[in-house]
């Protein structure tokens, strides 16, 4: 048979090729679908003509060292989580229509870790350090039009290590776009939004926009802005009647005064939407979207933090940006999961630690209403890590710092940049000229929130950050004890706790007695004598490391501070990398208020029992112990005046909270049976929580987060696995190697259970049981249909959970 080749490339062109609108004036294209990716150096992969059909075709985000084994050997220092780094490569194969011949095409990465370089069709377009920053690059006089193939090939060189102090991950982790626009065009990050005056009958809405015209001659345009609020129904609108654009680059302004304004705020994060249009010769050249949340915030040194005029404490957490057995790939379904689970625990904000995040994570914290203090660097000049980016400070802070401020100034949900966390210039001189000039560059871009820096330091004259001025908000971190005092150690000057706790618990795991501190030592295990030899800590909140103290010790101090703005508890989840207090093989941290599976740890419930108004009633821990032991029973609990606790119907006494106690305490001599806690308000039962003591493993439980679920190849169904006894209670030190078999349209997405020194990968289709629990996750297709999983282990019954997408 004769194989017309022209024909066949077309074909392929087609599969392999985003699809263009012709008609529409700017198009924003995924283009994550079909690289190749090769892991390891290849230096004739920028060529077009290079042979990469034996590589691997994958779709981004992708982080390769997720995929890895955990090893000894891939170990530089104990920080960064013990999987592959190294050099890999992607190339990408694409055509683009004729009808783009006049336009300008751009590529946008958001992130890449680390050391990135782009070719186009050989041409190399730069390069990128930082691996968090987002960019973006012109391919317009590089490109092959019509059928002719484009090549495109990326560099990315994680191979120097140590340069960082947690897990970064490596590659392409966040998504690729694809932009054409016309040469008359909104810029990137073009807009800036601001609401200088805010009142319940009107707000007063600026919108600043900078408009690039690479025709290569003046230009006269019209621009029209409107707003729509949530429904899409138009509610403002303003236009610039004529403007010549005789620069590349010219910015203009245009005020609105929208009528009666929803405001934006933690309970109802209403976003309203900004159409900007460009028109020249009454044709229409470029539309632009960008979000607007009307919100008014204030810190006050004497009162702390106020929302739309209402005094709130900031209730927040420190995140890193891995999704655990998912690596750092980035995706929206994981990024939601965790913010809805901290919501239900009261939390109401984030700080980036300690970078810029996926810009999808911004949008969340909009649509979801959380408070977000955007983080820049964890160090400046001065290196924390052999290889880090102080390397790379002098060429590049500040466009890393200029890019994520355009970037990110219109998220409602920002509202305070930090330019960096513990830094080492705060102990001398460098920090006075470094912190004004970050500031500087920020107030430039930005003139509606304060600048913020993580400071460790909390003695005036040693602390250079402090003593440059340039600083909006102070955030220290830890030691709680000097909180009462900040007024007189830093009068008039708004004050929050920048990151708190570095509390230490192993989910399930608990050690007694457990009504003292502990703290781990600077050398670790080697300094606590009480270190587990399977490298675990107590979920009791009363281990702590060295530098920090348990949740409890410090919120009950910073609940009674008003000029504490708030706190955010290092961290929400455990994160991998950072295994303090244990070296190898423990290879995640401790610190999370969940694990890395997204299991709440008991601490949890402290929190919502204290951040949120729905009644609370926690027990704990198992009842599964040695005939004779005796157990140290908690109970966290709220809208209550007591709890009281049964063992076998038999009461063991009432507890209340006495002084500013935030948990209640029995020391119980174990019998095997039914624990019942009770809690009444004014003699009126609130609620009532029981736990059984747990006979052999029996069976399997599934148990999926969303049945329902988008066909897009992208969404994703956490499903809990537990082991239970015949009477379907938790068997709470099970640990039974479990199988998982995937039919229909999804596959197995990640595997996990939690454990800190768990040495299974994440990317296979088994994992143990970890104190009765593991996790297994779900990805669609892009085909509709069932997703069938089973769940298998010898000596237990199986079982079987179906899911739809859709």
Known sequence: MKTNFKHTWLLLSLLISPVFAQNEPRTVLDFNKNWRFYLGDEAKAKDVLFNDSDWRTLTLPHDWSIEGQFSERHLSTTQEGALPTGIGWYRKSFTVPVSAKSKAVFVEFDGVYRNSEVWINGHSLGTRPYGYSSFRYDLSKYLRFGTE????????????????????????????????????????????????????????????????????????????????????????????????????????????????????????????????????????????????????????????????????????????????ALGTAVNRRAMQRQLELLKAMGCNGIRTAHNPPAPEFLDLCDQMGFIVMDEAFDMWKKKKSKQDYGLNWDVWHKTDLEDMVRRDRNHPSIFMWSIGNEIREQFDSTGLTITKELADIVKKLDTTRPVTSALTENIPEKNFIYRSGALDVLGFNYKHEAYADFPKTFPNQAILASETGSSLQTRGHYDMPSDSVRMWGKGGPANFKDGNPDWTASAYDNEAAYWGSTHEQTWKVIKKLPHMAGLYVWTGFDYLGEPHPYPWPARSSYFGILDLAGFPKDVYYLYQSEWTNQPVLHLFPHWNWQKGANVDVWAYYNQADEVELFLNDKSLGVRKKTGDDLHVMWRVPYEAGTLKAVSRKAGKVVLTRTMSTAGKPAKIQLIADRNTLRADGKDLSFVTVNVLDEQGNLVPDANHLITFNVKGEGSLAGVDNGYQASLEPFKVSYRKAYNGKCLTIIQTTEKSGKITLNATSEGLQAATIELISQ
């Open 149 to 324: 193939k484009n090549v495109m090939s990326v560099r990315v060189d994680n191979s120097a290590q140590p340069n960082s102090r947690w897990y970064s991950g490596s590659g392409i982790y966040r998504n690729v776009r694809l932009v054409t626009t016309s040469q008359l065009a909104v810029d990137q990050w073009g807009t800036y939004m601001t609401t200088p005056t805010i009142t319940n009958q009107n707000a007063r809405v600026s919108l600043q926009t900078r408009i690039r015209n690479t025709g290569g001659k003046p230009q006269t345009v019209n621009i029209t802005s409107t707003i729509l609020d949530a429904t899409g129904k138009e509610v403002a609108s303003a236009t610039v009647p004529t403007l010549r654009l005789i620069d590349t680059l010219t910015i203009t302004s245009q005020q609105f005064d929208l009528k009666n304004p929803t405001l934006w705020s933690i309970e109802n994060p209403y976003l309203y939407k900004v159409v900007t249009r460009i028109y020249s010769q009454n044709q229409l050249v470029d539309t632009f979207e960008t979000p607007l949340g009307v919100r008014s915030f204030k810190f006050d040194p004497a009162t702390g933090f106020s929302l739309n005029g209402k005094p709130m404490k900031i209730l927040g957490v420190c995140l890193h940006h891995d999704l655990g």
